[in-house]
C-alpha cells in the first residue's frame, strides 16, 4: 500500500523559515507533488518533484529524497498570506489517481 | 490556464433530497476526480472518470453515483442525501496519467440538514 505523513500543525513567525516535511510509503515511484490550500479555498499547484535535490520557484522551494522516502517544502521570507493548508501527495503506481497526505496546517505569526 | 468549475460555492438540502454536483473543466483533460474533505480526514477520493463514460470508485464511494456523458463534464450524485454527507466537495481534473498535476475546482459546501 501507500501511505503519506506530514506533521498537523506548524507555527512559524513572518519573515522567517519554516520546512515542512513529508514522508511516503510507496511500492513504486512516480513523483511527489506540493499543493497550498487557503481555508476555504481549493488546493493550488506548487510543485512536482521526480528527481533528487533541490528545485527553488521564488520563495518556495521543494526537495525530493527518494532513497530516503522523504521531501520537505521550505517557505523562506514568510508572509501573512503563507497560512494555509500544505499537502503532499503522490501519484498512485497505477490508474490516474493522488494520495494526499492529511495537510499540515501552517500558522504565520506576526 | 486551466479552469475547473463548480455548480454551486455553497448547497443546502434535506435529507432524503436527490442532490446533484456539476463540475466542468475546459482544458480538454482526460481525467475527471471528485473528493470531500472534512477536518482532520483530509483529501478521500468518491470517484474518478478517465473518459467519457467510464467510472471508477475511489476510496469512499457509498452513497454516491457519478456520470461523465461529456469529456468536459464530470456530475457527482447523491442519490438520497444524508447528514453525514455535510462536507466540502472538490472536483478536480488532469491530462492522462497520475504524474499530471491536477487542477481543482474552488469547491462545494453542501449542508444536508
Known amino acids: 500500500g501507500q501511505n503519506i505523513d506530514q506533521p498537523t500543525e506548524m507555527t512559524a513567525t513572518e519573515g522567517a523559515i519554516v520546512q515542512i516535511n513529508c514522508t511516503y510509503q510507496?511500492?513504486?515511484?512516480?513523483?511527489l507533488f506540493w499543493y497550498q490550500q487557503h481555508a476555504g479555498e481549493a488546493p493550488t499547484f506548487l510543485s512536482y518533484?521526480?528527481?533528487?535535490g533541490l528545485e527553488e520557484k521564488g520563495r518556495f522551494s521543494s526537495f525530493l529524497s527518494r532513497s530516503k522516502g522523504y521531501s520537505y517544502l521550505l517557505l523562506k521570507e514568510l508572509q501573512m498570506k503563507d497560512s494555509a493548508s500544505y499537502l503532499c501527495?503522490?501519484?498512485?503506481?497505477?490508474?490516474?489517481?493522488?494520495?494526499f497526505g492529511q495537510g499540515t496546517e501552517l500558522s504565520v505569526k506576526p | 490556464d486551466v479552469k475547473v468549475t463548480q455548480s454551486s460555492r455553497y448547497l443546502v438540502k434535506r435529507t432524503g433530497e436527490k442532490v446533484f454536483l456539476e463540475c466542468v473543466q475546459d482544458?480538454?483533460?482526460?481525467?475527471m476526480f471528485w473528493y470531500r474533505q472534512d477536518p482532520g480526514l483530509g483529501l478521500r477520493l468518491i470517484y474518478f472518470?478517465?473518459?467519457?463514460?467510464?467510472?471508477e470508485k475511489g476510496d469512499i464511494p457509498e452513497g454516491y453515483s457519478v456520470s461523465r456523458e461529456k469529456k468536459e463534464r464530470f456530475s457527482l450524485i447523491l442519490e438520497s442525501a444524508s447528514t453525514n454527507q455535510t462536507s466540502m466537495y472538490l472536483c478536480?481534473?488532469?491530462?492522462?496519467?497520475?504524474?499530471?498535476?491536477?487542477?481543482f475546482g474552488p469547491g462545494t459546501r453542501l449542508t444536508v440538514l
Open positions: 478536480a481534473s488532469s491530462l492522462t496519467g497520475s504524474t499530471d498535476t491536477q487542477y
Open positions: 510507496t511500492s513504486g515511484f512516480n513523483g
Open positions: 518533484n521526480v528527481l533528487d
Open positions: 501527495a503522490v501519484p498512485e503506481n497505477q490508474g490516474g489517481k493522488l494520495i
Open positions: 482544458m480538454d483533460h482526460e481525467n
Open positions: 472518470s478517465y473518459d467519457v463514460k467510464m467510472k
